[in-house]
């Protein structure tokens, strides 16, 4: 698989994921690099204010940021860096918490193949995302555009035009990252979906993004602008993946 190489997201002091990761890339025969997470808490106070629109998350999100998810953030625009400072074409991206399957290489494989019909896939998802699969990219595996919501971000491919866009869009942080980067229409970016997924988020796991949930919520009254984003934000979810799918439809 020229010029693909993988980067494993791993927090320094979580050595005991980082060797689990690693024995599953293992058979896989896949290159990879681990890429020390960002640890949101030892941030400055300034650079805290300065990568992290606090507003815009409390109105689109509905509660208090954490900085743990702000870590996670600049982990992935980490890696985007790391991308494009090597000659390499597409990054296979990696949270540590995720469980591969056998069926990752062959997928893979299918994908750069395909290289003009994505410019991110996600490998992984937390919601179904409504797939409307038009090519197949390995036995029983199909390239899909999503119609609504598919969170999470453990895994995923992208290319070097989407690693410049996410470069230039990102930040600062106004939701979680796998709030944001899906958002096709955002960035001018093909983000695609294989279903069913290569990949799986290990619920098993404690995350060590954020805690205390609940305690971060507002109260419903204070998340009518959090409603009224989200609608907005589906809304455009559903007129991009109908434009995408015609634009397949019609041959890429």
């Not at 996600?122 to 609504?148: D, F, I, N």
């Not at 491919?157 to 939701?175: I, Q």
């Not at 205390?212 to 998340?223: D, I, L």
């Amino acid at each position: 698989m020229d010029g693909l190489h993988t980067w494993v997201i791993n927090l320094d002091r979580d050595g005991e994921r980082l060797q689990r990761i690693a024995g599953q890339l293992a058979p896989t025969g896949l290159a990879w690099t681990r890429l020390s997470a960002v640890y949101g808490r030892d941030l400055p106070a300034d650079e805290q204010r300065r990568l992290l629109d606090g507003a815009a998350y409390r109105r689109k999100h509905g509660m208090e940021p954490a900085l743990g998810e702000l870590g996670c953030y600049l982990s992935h625009v980490a890696v985007m860096r790391a991308l494009l400072a090597s000659e390499h074409r597409f990054a296979l991206v990696l949270e540590d918490d995720v469980l591969l399957t056998p069926s990752l290489v062959p997928v893979l494989q299918g994908l750069l193949a395909k290289p003009s019909r994505w410019d991110m896939v996600k490998l992984s998802q937390v919601h179904s995302g409504t797939p409307q699969p038009y090519l197949e990219v390995a036995p029983g595996h199909q390239l899909a555009v999503m119609l609504s919501r598919c969170t999470g971000s453990s895994a995923y491919l992208v290319n070097r035009r989407a690693a410049e866009a996410y470069l230039a869009g990102l930040l600062p942080m106004t939701l979680p990252y796998d709030h944001v980067f899906d958002q096709g229409w955002t960035f001018g970016l093909q983000v695609r979906l294989v279903t069913p997924t290569p990949c799986i988020h290990d619920e098993a796991i404690a995350t060590t993004i954020a805690t205390g949930g609940a305690s971060r919520k507002f109260a419903w009254h204070r998340r009518l602008s959090a409603h009224r984003w989200r609608l907005g934000n589906e809304l455009r979810r559903v007129i991009y993946g109908l434009r995408e799918i015609a634009r397949e439809r019609r041959g890429g």
